[in-house]
């Protein structure tokens, strides 16, 4: 359940080659989205991130990709571009959706780790937040409305 023990950190590193902020971050939204919609993981949500576009930011995918099951293959999951990095998470059986962004604080922490040495400290940073609400901004989780009038 989630990524919380060292040998799971260990699995996310194995899978994306190395240890990174982005990683990270796509790990700890992947898990808030997934607590706060409570939607289970793989089949019943879809993810759609803007502004990951290119590496390093483009490796939060990773991270999003094992904390939350969605996956390329299976088509629940979508790269979008855009100018800052946002994610949005739909839980499919009940139509619940929140939204997560970094906030401006994070931003200029990633923007300072500009060595491999400074990004693997702060992703070692990152992954022992347990409040994420200290580095995203979440949107009041919404309805949609799947009826066609």
């Given at each position: 359940?989630?990524?919380?023990?060292?040998?799971?950190?260990?699995?996310?590193?194995r899978?994306?080659?190395?240890?990174?902020?982005?990683?990270?971050?796509?790990?700890?939204?992947?898990?808030?989205?997934?607590?706060?919609?409570?939607?289970?993981?793989?089949?019943?949500?879809?993810?759609?991130?803007?502004?990951?576009?290119?590496?390093?930011?483009?490796?939060?995918?990773?991270?999003?990709?094992?904390?939350?099951?969605?996956?390329?293959?299976?088509g629940n999951?979508?790269?979008?571009?855009?100018?800052s990095?946002?994610?949005?998470?739909t839980?499919?059986?009940?139509?619940?959706?929140?939204?997560?962004?970094?906030?401006?604080?994070?931003?200029?922490?990633?923007?300072?780790?500009?060595?491999?040495?400074?990004?693997?400290?702060?992703?070692?940073?990152?992954?022992?937040?347990?409040?994420?609400?200290?580095?995203?901004?979440?949107?009041?989780?919404?309805?949609?409305?799947?009826?066609?009038?």
């Amino acid at each position: 359940m989630g990524y919380n023990s060292s040998s799971s950190l260990n699995e996310a590193v194995r899978f994306h080659g190395h240890l990174g902020p982005y990683l990270i971050l796509g790990i700890l939204a992947g898990n808030t989205a997934v607590r706060k919609l409570k939607s289970g993981k793989y089949f019943n949500l879809n993810v759609k991130v803007w502004g990951a576009y290119k590496k390093p930011k483009s490796c939060l995918i990773d991270g999003l990709q094992l904390s939350t099951g969605a996956t390329y293959g299976k088509g629940n999951i979508e790269k979008l571009k855009g100018r800052s990095i946002w994610i949005e998470v739909t839980n499919l059986s009940n139509s619940g959706r929140i939204r997560l962004s970094l906030k401006e604080s994070l931003v200029a922490e990633l923007k300072a780790a500009n060595t491999h040495r400074a990004a693997e400290v702060l992703a070692k940073k990152l992954y022992k937040i347990k409040n994420c609400a200290k580095i995203f901004k979440l949107s009041p989780v919404t309805k949609i409305n799947n009826h066609n009038p």
